[in-house]
């Protein structure tokens, strides 16, 4: 069983300082996505990292896979009160159409 | 572009009836669609993948003779909760591959899910 472990699983912080959510596992996955998640909603899809030390920016949110392929992190500069939510990472399974979350971050911008 | 709807969006049902969820491709066509559940406070864990035109893959320890799956289109598939529990009560959702359709990222796109309670 592919397990990925994913961390903190609560982050409360003040609006404008930084944070990074790490995702790691023993196994190697073909991508690595992020997701955020809404009360009561579907996850989004945020991002897709494929290569092994991509990195990808959306606006204030870089993402990191490692050269290994095994983990995975999320860095949010200055943080805003918006960014408050549940943020999920997800492995895709080598030779199958499918996908391993973590446990995901509870994430609380305080104004 | 790329959206699932999934319907209904909140259900309450008796213990010992069966509960009918709808996950649809809206723009889209879907060979394979997947099957979550999520309680609260917690994680995505998947159930099945849910095939067009062929039996449901389940994932260990997922009864499939309780969570019956039919995907009889492109464009559909459904999660039947046969004689429901209290114990089912839980958050459901669908998605589908992205895979040929969004840019610039490839993933899934998930459906609003649906909330069930089993009284």
């Known amino acids: 069983t592919q397990l990925l472990e994913q961390s903190p699983q609560f982050l409360s912080i003040q609006e404008g300082e930084n944070l990074t959510v790490y995702c790691n596992s023993s196994s190697v996955f073909s991508s690595l996505q992020w997701y955020r998640q809404e009360p009561g909603e579907g996850p989004v899809l945020l991002v897709t990292?494929?290569?092994?030390?991509e990195v990808k920016k959306l606006k204030r949110l870089t993402f990191q896979f490692g050269d290994a392929r095994k983990d995975s992190s999320l860095h949010i500069t200055a943080a805003q009160p918006g960014d408050t939510g549940l943020y999920l990472c997800a492995g895709e399974v080598w030779g199958a159409q499918k996908l391993v979350f973590g446990q995901g971050t509870r994430l609380t911008i305080n104004p | 572009g790329a959206v699932v709807s999934q319907h209904p969006s909140r259900v309450i049902c008796k213990s010992g009836t069966s509960v009918k969820i709808e996950c649809r491709s809206l723009d889209f066509q879907a060979t394979t669609m997947f099957w979550y559940r999520q309680f609260p406070k917690q994680s995505l864990m998947l159930m099945a993948t849910s095939n067009e035109g062929s039996k449901a893959t389940y994932e260990q320890g997922v009864e499939k003779d309780k969570f019956l799956i039919n995907h009889a289109s492109l464009t559909l598939s459904t999660l039947t909760v046969t004689s429901a529990h209290p114990e089912d009560s839980s958050f459901y959702i669908c998605?589908?591959?992205?895979?040929?359709?969004?840019?610039?990222?490839?993933?899934?796109?998930f459906g609003s899910g649906t909330r069930l309670t089993v009284v």
């Open positions: 998605s589908a591959p992205l895979w040929g359709h969004e840019v610039p990222n490839y993933g899934y796109t």
């Open positions: 990292v494929v290569t092994g030390g």
